[in-house]
Every structure is written in structure tokens, then in C-alpha cells.
């Protein structure tokens, strides 16, 4: 069964650390990787989005890396802020081409809390 | 360019009934996708449609159906309503299931 698990799934930081979030899958074919923002009660934000082929991206103060080979994800937040606080989800395209699979894959998400 | 919009936000409906919630793909956006976000869990699949066909569906049962509309908007309909359908219901769309945009949601409650 292909899987997607997120650790952990509560965080609380003071401002200004730097933080990083899990996600494994339990696949290593898979075409594409995505991390999203929840806001409680909202809609998903994307963050970043990994191809296959890739390591890393890196948006601002966030930097995602993909490990196939262990089947891992890490999003790295730099420099945290009150505003950073969250649901970080990790949502995974399994299967090697774009038309082997379509559904993404959440895990449960981590919940952050970047206290002043 | 716009969103991805979906309404209603906020739907109150009872047990055995149907509902239909609607989706406007984002601007350019060829492929949607309908997911059930239960509280405290990840989205699940429930299904996709490209160029107004399904193209794959989750572990859900037939009483959830769609639509896809050449403006490539699209509907999901729930028929025989339970409580346990109660959930955020998220649609997202893609430009050939590349990267996804989601919208907001709308929050189903069944009484």
C-alpha cells in the first residue's frame, strides 16, 4: 500500500529558529512531490513542488529536499515567524509518468506553532 | 489570473439528501480533482476528471459522482447524504495534472 506519513505531527518553536518537517512514502516511483500550507478551516497553499528528477526547490526562507532512494522528504523553514504557524501537508504522485497515476498522496500533516 | 473558487463555503444538509458543490478551474487549467478532508486527516482522493472525462477515482463509493464542463469547471455530487460525509470538501486543478491549485474549500456538515 503506498503511504505517506509525516513526523511530527505537532511542533512548537520560539521566533526565529530554524525548523525542519518530515515526510516518508513508502514508493520510491514516484513522479512528484508537493508541500502545502492549511490555515485551520481553509483551503491548501502550495509551497513547493519537487519533479522526480529534482533534489531540491527553495522559495524565500523554504527549501524542500527529495531523497527517492530512502523515500524522504524534508521542507526546511528558515528563521521562523508567528506567521509561519500552520498545517504543513506532504502530498506525494505515485508512479514514475505523468499519466501512471494521478492522485496525490497526503500525509496528515504537521501542525506548527512559532511562538513571539 | 484567478483562482481556483469554490461555493458554496458553507453547507448545512440532512441525512439521506443530495448536494452538489461546485468548482471554477483556474485560468488555463485543463484537469480537476475533488478531495474529502476529514478533521485532523489528510485529503483523500475521490476523483479527477481531464478534457470532461474521469480519468481516475479514488476508494469511494458510487453515491459520489462528478461532472466536468467544457469551460472546465466542474461539479461533485453526493447522493443518500450520511453523517460521515461530513468534511471539507476540496477541489484543485492543473494545467495536465502538472502542479495543483487548490481553492478554499466548502465545509459539509450532515445532520
Known amino acids: 500500500k503506498q503511504e505517506v506519513t509525516q513526523i511530527p505531527a505537532a511542533l512548537s518553536v520560539p521566533e526565529g529558529e530554524n525548523l525542519v518537517l518530515n515526510c516518508s512514502f513508502t514508493?520510491?516511483?514516484?513522479?512528484?512531490l508537493q508541500w502545502f500550507r492549511q490555515d485551520p478551516g481553509k483551503g491548501l497553499t502550495s509551497l513547493l513542488l519537487i519533479q522526480s528528477s529534482q533534489r531540491e526547490q527553495t522559495s524565500g526562507r523554504l527549501n524542500a529536499s527529495l531523497d527517492k532512494s530512502s523515500g524522504r522528504s524534508t521542507l526546511y523553514i528558515a528563521a521562523s515567524q508567528p506567521g509561519d504557524s500552520a498545517t504543513y501537508l506532504c502530498?506525494?504522485?505515485?508512479?514514475?509518468?505523468?499519466?501512471?497515476?494521478?492522485?496525490?498522496?497526503f500525509g496528515k500533516g504537521t501542525s506548527l506553532l512559532v511562538t513571539p | 489570473e484567478t483562482g481556483v473558487t469554490q461555493s458554496p463555503t458553507h453547507l448545512i444538509k440532512t441525512r439521506g439528501q443530495q448536494v452538489t458543490l461546485r468548482c471554477s478551474s483556474q485560468?488555463?487549467?485543463?484537469?480537476v480533482s475533488w478531495y474529502q478532508q476529514a478533521l485532523g486527516q489528510g485529503p483523500q482522493f475521490i476523483f479527477q476528471y481531464y478534457r470532461e472525462e474521469e480519468n481516475g477515482r479514488g476508494n469511494f463509493p458510487p453515491r459520489f459522482s462528478g461532472l466536468q464542463f467544457p469551460n472546465y469547471s466542474s461539479e461533485l455530487n453526493v447522493n443518500a447524504l450520511e453523517l460521515d460525509d461530513s468534511a471539507l470538501y476540496l477541489c484543485?486543478?492543473?494545467?495536465?495534472?502538472?502542479?495543483?491549485?487548490f481553492g478554499s474549500g466548502t465545509r459539509l456538515t450532515v445532520v
Open positions: 502530498a506525494v504522485r505515485f508512479g514514475g509518468t505523468a499519466n501512471s497515476g494521478y492522485a496525490l498522496n
Open positions: 514508493d520510491s516511483a514516484i513522479y512528484n
Open positions: 485560468s488555463g487549467h485543463n484537469t
Open positions: 484543485a486543478s492543473s494545467r495536465d495534472t502538472y502542479g495543483y491549485t
